[in-house]
C-alpha cells in the first residue's frame, strides 16, 4: 500500500488500489485508513481521483472516536473479520464450491436482517458485492455503469468495480458498495437497480456479504 498520499504519484496509486477493495488493506477498516484520511484531510478532486473520494466520503462517516479505535494494519483484518471468515474471497473464486458459497451469503443476509430488527445502536456496515448482468452483448456497459453509481442513498457509498466475461461476448459488470445497515436495505438496492433500469439490467446477484 501506498500511503504517500500527499503527493500525486501516491495519491493516484492510492486510488487505483481502492478501484479493487473497499479500505486500504482490502474489504476491513484499519487504522491505516484512519492515517491516510488525517493525512488528506479533505477529499480530493472526485473528477481526478474517483476511487479516493469515495473512500473519504465513507470514512468521514465514522466518528474520530471510532476511527482511533481502529486495530493497526498488521492485525486488522484477522481482528475486524468475523471468525471463520479469514480465507473468504469477496470477489469470488471459481474453484470455490457454489452451494457453501451460497450457505455463507444466506448467513449473512440471515444476520444482517435480524440487525435490522432490532433497536438501532452504533452504526452498523456491510460490504456488499454485487454482480450486475445485462441482457446483450449490445448493452453499453460504460452507461450501464454510470447508471448504477447514479443511484444515491443515505448510507450508500459505491466503490470499485470490474467487468468480468461470461460467455458468448458477454460481461457482467461486479461492483463493490459499502451501506449503513440500519439505512440502506439491500433487497431494495437490488429492486432499484433491475426496476430503474430494465432495459440494460437483466438480473442483480450477491456475490458477497461482509460485515464491516
Keep these: 500500500m501506498v500511503a504517500d498520499v ?5 495519491l493516484a496509486a492510492f486510488n487505483q488500489t481502492l478501484a479493487e477493495q473497499a479500505f486500504a488493506n482490502g474489504f476491513v477498516y484499519s487504522g491505516e485508513d484512519a492515517q491516510l484520511f488525517a493525512a ?48 473468504f ?14 450457505r ?5 443476509l440471515k444476520a444482517y436482517n435480524e440487525k435490522k430488527s432490532k433497536k438501532p445502536g452504533p ?5 456488499v458485492i ?8 449490445e448493452t ?10 447514479g443511484i444515491e442513498m443515505d448510507g450508500l457509498v459505491w466503490g470499485g468495480g470490474k467487468l ?20 440502506v436495505s439491500v433487497d431494495d438496492l437490488i429492486e432499484k437497480i433491475q426496476g430503474d433500469f430494465e432495459n440494460h439490467v437483466q438480473s442483480v446477484d450477491i456475490v458477497a456479504f461482509n460485515k464491516i
Excluded: M
Design 6 to 10: 500527499k503527493s500525486p504519484a501516491g
Design 40 to 87: 488528506l484531510g479533505s477529499a480530493p478532486a472526485a473528477a481526478t481521483y474517483p476511487n479516493v473520494a469515495r473512500w473519504f466520503a465513507n470514512i468521514a462517516s465514522y466518528t474520530e472516536a471510532e476511527r482511533k479505535a481502529w486495530p493497526s494494519a498488521g492485525g486488522s483484518a484477522a481482528a475486524a473479520a468475523p471468525a471463520g471468515d479469514d480465507d
Design 89 to 102: 474471497d469477496l470477489f469470488g473464486s471459481d474453484d470455490e464450491d457454489d452451494a457453501e458459497k451460497k
Design 104 to 108: 455463507i451469503t444466506e448467513e449473512r
Design 123 to 127: 452504526i452498523a456496515k456491510s460490504s
Design 130 to 137: 454485487l454482480d450486475v448482468k445485462p441482457w446483450d452483448d
Design 140 to 149: 453499453d456497459l460504460g452507461e450501464l455503469e454510470q447508471l448504477v453509481r
Design 164 to 183: 468480468i466475461p461470461i460467455g458468448y461476448g458477454i460481461k457482467k459488470f461486479q461492483i463493490i458498495c459499502v451501506i449503513e445497515d440500519l439505512k
